[in-house]
């Protein structure tokens, strides 16, 4: 994956190769460019995507034989929690090499239903409401919304 920056004041293949994670080899082939070339601010160059680690959920990979129970049991989340989470049903079946997401330790989370109250998600999560709106931003309680608290 790869994404435009804009060059800035100061930046050198070397500096915008280290906040992105690349090599300067890398960007010099990415964009056509000399490895010594000086960057003009206001130039547009292509950068790798930054991946950013995920603070309330993890990848993790089915492997063959795995199950959702089994899954569940490792992580300490609850099956119906899991597969809520994954968008899967009951009677869905994983398999190898599938990506499902597993919630961090210390994270807690809540997806919404019809006619849920902000009282109820603070009682299920234990938190409070400032606390909940911090760390979620708007929260409309809308249907299928996911709810997230880290302790």
Known sequence: MYTIY???NGDTLASVASNF???VN????LNGIMVG???NP???IVVPKVQMENPYFMEYTVKKGDNIYEISKVYNVSPSQ???LNGLNETDIIYPNQKIMIPRRGVSFYITEMDDTLGKVMRELNVSANELARQNGTIYLTNDQLIVYKK
Request: proline letters at 0%; aromatic letters at 6%; hydrophobic letters at 35%.
């Open 82 to 84: 899991l597969l809520k």
């Open 42 to 44: 206001g130039d547009f």
């Open 21 to 23: 994670g690349t090599s």
């Open 37 to 39: 070339s000086v960057l």
């Open 26 to 29: 890398n960007l010099s082939s």
């Open 6 to 8: 804009q060059v800035k």
